[in-house]
């Protein structure tokens, strides 16, 4: 209890968050953008018809960003539920639902609906997906939780880059 009340739980995290560097575009081409769910807050959302996010959140502001930036980009968000709670709204309707608010019509996503964990995840995107060789894939999630889905999604190689969302730590030092 005490780590995650006091200034050390970001310090336990520190080494997940800045593994990856941050992303800069180098004009590659960018087939599709990848990401991956666990942003909402399910029942403010559902009562009240609009985006409410936890504190994963800026994963939909980094989707809102890219998808402008990459116009002709699929998208993929995947978000089915969670092992924890698998009886709830699939987060992929709760981002269909409310996808206006990002000023993005509801088409340019494809929602994947079905993954319950970051494994399922990467293996249902991939399907989706279908990608090409050569092709350059986005994987968007949080900084703390990159190294987990970097691995999950090089099994069914699909995403080659990953695009961390801010991190709460590099807020937290500022």
């Known amino acids: 209890m005490f780590a995650g009340l006091s200034p ?29 769910g666990g942003t909402f807050d399910t029942e403010p959302t559902l009562a009240h018809g609009q985006m409410t996010l936890n504190e994963t959140g800026e994963r939909i502001v980094a989707l809102g960003d890219l998808a402008r930036r990459y116009p002709s980009a699929k998208i993929i968000y995947a978000g089915g539920g969670s092992e924890f709670a698998p009886d709830t709204t699939p987060e992929a309707d709760l981002l269909a639902r409310t996808i206006g608010e990002l000023g993005l019509a509801k088409e340019r996503v494809t ?34 939780h990159m ?18 969302s801010i991190s709460a730590l590099r807020e937290a030092r500022r």
């Not at 800069?24 to 599709?32: H, I, K, M, N």
């Not at 995107?125 to 350059?136: F, L, M, T």
């Not at 190294?147 to 961390?164: E, K, N």
Request: glycine share 4%; aromatic share 12%; no cysteine.
């Open 147 to 164: 190294p987990r889905a970097v691995g999950a999604f090089a099994q069914p190689a699909l995403a080659s880059t990953p695009i961390q």
């Open 8 to 36: 050390l739980s970001y310090w336990l995290i520190l080494p997940l968050e800045e593994r990856f560097p941050v992303f800069v575009d180098d004009g590659t081409p960018v087939a599709g953008i990848v990401v991956i």
């Open 111 to 144: 929602y994947e609906r079905r993954s319950l964990n970051t494994v399922q995840n990467a293996l249902y995107a991939k399907e989706i997906a279908a990608p090409k060789p050569g092709e350059r894939w986005l994987l968007v999630t949080s900084a703390f």
